[in-house]
């Protein structure tokens, strides 16, 4: 596998084909997700094979959305299945990969530990003193898709979300989930 290819090949190609309104399923959001997976999956001691695939489908989780919103997961592995191989990627690992891609769509649904380590690492942002800054660039995003047509009807949609949400991996309840809590009761207080 060739990780150190890879990563570049498709930032580039998530720079020049991403759609210019998506101000929170940016390159900075794959970029996060990665060094997310990256900071858990060392802490949750997964092998270096893992690791890779791991990084890997952070890199290609969101990939989907430069062909549209709808279905973006199962685009993602569609662009996944079509590049990785040329990569040196073998048919069981863009599979492994590709389970991984599948566990971000909401609800999340986890099946085992490189699932449930990228499902926190997409919404590691949630317990974090930046929240407030990327939870605004999702706003944005929504507020230009129809999504929401308010801030009050985005704190109430985030309020529903971070009620219905929890980390799966012990690193990340450990990390995040005490200032989450407080981001949630900061959300709450700004409903009209």
């Not at 449930?116 to 997409?122: H, L, Q, T």
């Not at 971070?162 to 700004?190: C, G, M, P, V």
Request: charged share 25%; aromatic share 10%; proline share 3%.
């Amino acid at each position: 596998m060739q990780l150190q290819q890879v990563k570049p090949f498709i930032l580039n190609k998530l720079e020049k084909e991403l759609p210019e309104y998506l101000s929170y399923h940016s390159i900075d959001h794959v970029m996060d997700v990665y060094e997310a997976a990256q900071s858990l999956g060392s802490v949750e001691n997964i092998g270096e094979h893992d690791l890779e695939l791991l990084l890997t489908a952070a890199l290609f989780h969101d990939s989907g959305f430069m062909s549209g919103l709808k279905d973006h997961e199962e685009a993602s592995c569609k662009i996944a299945k079509e590049y990785l191989p040329g990569f040196g990627y073998s048919m069981e690992d863009i599979e492994k990969i590709s389970g991984m891609i599948m566990a971000t769509k909401l609800p999340q649904a986890p099946k085992n530990l490189l699932e449930e380590i990228i499902c926190d690492a997409d919404l590691d942002y949630l317990g974090r003193d930046d929240f407030f800054q990327i939870s605004n660039n999702l706003y944005n995003e929504f507020k230009a898709t129809g999504a929401v047509q308010n801030e009050n009807e985005w704190n109430k949609l985030q309020v529903s979300f971070f009620e219905s949400h929890h980390y799966f991996t012990a690193s990340a309840q450990k990390l995040r989930q005490k200032l989450k809590q407080e981001n949630l009761l900061a959300i709450k207080s700004k409903i009209k």
